[in-house]
C-alpha cells in the first residue's frame, strides 16, 4: 500500500509502524446546582495542569533545546488567557453545566477560530488550544498522572493523527525513526521535531490510512518524496535501502569537507555562511561549519512571544548567537514582520494585500518604538561579536535615509548612557523588492553591504505570491528578470566597493552556485544543511573556464 503526504525531513527509513494511541478522556455534559464549587474545581485543575506543564517544560529544556520548549511556557499563559477563561466560566455561570463540558466546548470554537486563519503558523496553534484543555479536562477528571514516557516497542515509524506538541515531549526518542502523521503542516511540532531529531516525517497523509494499517507491518518513509509505503515489495525495500545508503555515503563525505575552504579550482574564495531562526540552530551552523551567521530572521523572537519581547530580552539572545559563533560574521535582520508573519499582539489593521502592505521596515517606521528597542538590543550585543544589521523590504533610498538617522539616535543615546557598542558594526540592505535592485547604485553608498533576499524579490519582480500554492509553476527564481536584477545589485555593489551575498533560498540552489560566481556573489547563505553542500560544489568549479 503507498500513501502520499507531505515530506518535511529529507530522509528515508525502513521499519515496523506503530501506532499512537492517545488515552481521551470522555466528555460528559451534566447539569450543575453549585456554580462557586464548579468554579473552585475548574481553579484546582488549573493549578494541577500548570505543574504538570512546568515539569514538561524542563523535560523539554533538556531534550529538544529553549525554542522547541518554549511552547510549554506558552500554555500556561494559555491556560491563564483572559479568553478562554471568561469563555469557560460564562458556560459554567450562564448554563450551569459542567467544567469539562465548558473546556471541551471553547476548546472547539477557539480552535475553529485557529484553522481559519490565513497563516499556517496560527493554524498550527489550533493544536495547542486543544492540547491545553485535553489537559484540564483530563485533572478535572482526576486523570492527574501525566504519563512521563511512552513506552515504545524498540524503534519504530510512528503513526498518528498528529501530536500535540506535550506528546512529543512525551515520547521515548531514541526509540522512534519516523513520524507519519494524517495531519499537520511544516509548522508543526512533529515537523520542527522530526528537523531537530534529523529523522524522515511525512505530514498530510490524510485520516485513512490510520485504519489500513496495523502496529508491526513493516514500511518504508521516504521523507523526499513525501511517500509513505505500507508491506513494501522486496524491490522497494532494495531501492529504499539504496536510498538511504547514498545518503550516509553523501553525509560521510561532506563531512570530510569540515574545515576545508570554500575556493575555486581556479582559486577565488567565498563566504558560505548559515540562515537561522533561534537561537538552538547556531549549534547546527557551527557543526556543519558554517563561516557566519549570513541571516538570522529575528522575528521569530516576536512569533514565538505572546508579548513584545524587551530589549534586555533581545539583548540576551544576540548576545549569545555572537559569543557562540566566536567572532565570526553574525547577521541579524531588523523584524520582517506583516506579509506572511503575523502577530497577534502587533494588532495590525486587516489589509487586502499584506504581502504589498505594512511589513518589514515600514511597520518599523511606523512604530519607532518597537524599531528603537530592537536597534538598541542590538547594538548593546554587538560589543560580544562581529554584528552586522540587515534591513528587510527596502524600496528607497528617503527610508533608509529614515532607518539610518534612527540607528544614529540609538547610539547617541547609548553614549548617553554609557553603554558599549562595537564600533565595527557593518550595516546592509536586503535586495528584495524590485526597486532596491534598480536604484542599487544609489542604496550603495549608504551602507556597508547587501543580501539578495530571492524569495521575495521573486515574488515582487514577477507579481507571484510566494504564499500560493496555485503560482508554483510562475513563480520561478530563475527567470531572466529576477537574475538579471540580482546581476545589477552586484555590478553596483561592487562599484562602490560593497560585498554582496544571496540569503534567499536561491542560494542553496547548486545548480545556480556557478552562475551566482560569474555573477560576483561574495557569499551565499543557505540552511545549515546545505553548508557543505554548496562548499563541495564551489571546490568543483572552473572559473577560469
Ligand atoms: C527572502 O525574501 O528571500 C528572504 C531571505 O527573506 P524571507 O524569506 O524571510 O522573507
Ligand atoms: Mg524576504
Known amino acids: 500500500m503507498r500513501y502520499q503526504g507531505k515530506g518535511v525531513y529529507s530522509a528515508v527509513t525502513i521499519g515496523k509502524v506503530q501506532l499512537f494511541k492517545r488515552e481521551e478522556t470522555v466528555v460528559r455534559r451534566t447539569h450543575i446546582s453549585d456554580v462557586k464549587q464548579e468554579k473552585k474545581r475548574l481553579e484546582e485543575a488549573k493549578r494541577l495542569a500548570t505543574e504538570q506543564l512546568e515539569t514538561i517544560y524542563e523535560k523539554a529544556l533538556k531534550e529538544v533545546g529553549e525554542s522547541n520548549a518554549q511552547i510549554f511556557q ?57 492540547d491545553i484543555s485535553n489537559r484540564l479536562i483530563a485533572c478535572l477528571a482526576g486523570n492527574h498522572q501525566e504519563q512521563e514516557t511512552r513506552d515504545l516497542p524498540d524503534k519504530v515509524i510512528l503513526c498518528a493523527e498528529d501530536l500535540a506538541p506535550s506528546e512529543t515531549v512525551s515520547i521515548d526518542k531514541e526509540k522512534v525513526l519516523a513520524f507519519v502523521t494524517a495531519y499537520g503542516s511544516a509548522n508543526s511540532h512533529t515537523a520542527i521535531l522530526a528537523g531537530t531529531m534529523n529523522i524522515p516525517a511525512i505530514i498530510g497523509l490524510g485520516e485513512e490510512f490510520l485504519s489500513q494499517i496495523k502496529d508491526g507491518q513493516t514500511a518504508i518513509v521516504d521523507g523526499y518524496t513525501g511517500q509513505f509505503i505500507v508491506d513494501p515489495s522486496e524491490e522497494e525495500v532494495l531501492l529504499a535501502e539504496k536510498k538511504i545508503q547514498e545518503d550516509l555515503e553523501k553525509k560521510q563525505m561532506l563531512q570530510r569537507l569540515k574545515g576545508k575552504e570554500n575556493i575555486t579550482i581556479d582559486g577565488h574564495k567565498i563566504h558560505i555562511y548559515a540562515n537561522i531562526g533561534n537561537m538552538d540552530q547556531v549549534g547546527a551552523a557551527l557543526m556543519q561549519d558554517a563561516g557566519g551567521i549570513g541571516l538570522f530572521r529575528s522575528e521569530f523572537l516576536y512569533l514565538e512571544n505572546t508579548d513584545y519581547p524587551t530589549e534586555e530580552q533581545q539583548f540576551r539572545v544576540y548576545r549569545k548567537v555572537l559569543e557562540s559563533m566566536t567572532g565570526r560574521k553574525v547577521i541579524i535582520r531588523t523584524i520582517d514582520i506583516g506579509a506572511d508573519k503575523q502577530v497577534d499582539y502587533f494588532q495590525l489593521e486587516k489589509e487586502e494585500n499584506p504581502a504589498l502592505g505594512l511589513r518589514a521596515v515600514r511597520l518599523c517606521l511606523a512604530r519607532p518604538e518597537i524599531f528603537k528597542c530592537q536597534l538598541r538590543a542590538l547594538y548593546r550585543a554587538s560589543a560580544y561579536g562581529n554584528l552586522g544589521i540587515m534591513f528587510p523590504m527596502i524600496a528607497s533610498t528617503g527610508e533608509l535615509e529614515e532607518i539610518l538617522s534612527i540607528c544614529e539616535e540609538v547610539k547617541q543615546e547609548l553614549d548617553e548612557d554609557g553603554i558599549q557598542y562595537g564600533n565595527k558594526v557593518e550595516l546592509g540592505v536586503m535586495i528584495e523588492t524590485p526597486a532596491a535592485a534598480i536604484i542599487s547604485d544609489q542604496i550603495a553608498p549608504m551602507v556597508d553591504f547587501f543580501s539578495v533576499g530571492t524569495n521575495d524579490l521573486t515574488q515582487y519582480t514577477l507579481a507571484c505570491d510566494r504564499q500560493n500554492p496555485n503560482l508554483e509553476r510562475f513563480c520561478d527564481p530563475h527567470h531572466e528578470a529576477v537574475l538579471r536584477l540580482i546581476e545589477l545589485a552586484a555590478k553596483n555593489a561592487h562599484a562602490h566597493g560593497l560585498w554582496i551575498g544571496i540569503c534567499g533560498e536561491l542560494a542553496a540552489d547548486t545548480s545556480m552556485t556557478e ?25 568543483n568549479i572552473d572559473l577560469s573556464k
Open 74 to 130: 506558552i500554555h500556561i499563559m494559555m491556560l491563564d488567557d483572559e479568553d478562554y477563561n471568561d469563555s469557560i466560566q460564562n458556560i459554567i455561570e450562564n448554563q450551569h453545566i459542567n467544567a469539562e463540558y465548558a473546556v471541551a466546548v471553547t476548546s472547539d470554537n477557539l480552535s475553529a477560530l485557529f484553522e481559519n486563519m490565513d497563516n499556517s503558523y496560527m493554524q498550527a496553534r489550533a493544536a495547542d488550544i486543544r
Open 515 to 539: 552562475t551566482f560566481l560569474r555573477m560576483g556573489i561574495d557569499e551565499l547563505s543557505v540552511s545549515p544543511g546545505y553548508v557543505l553542500k554548496i562548499r563541495d560544489v564551489v571546490r
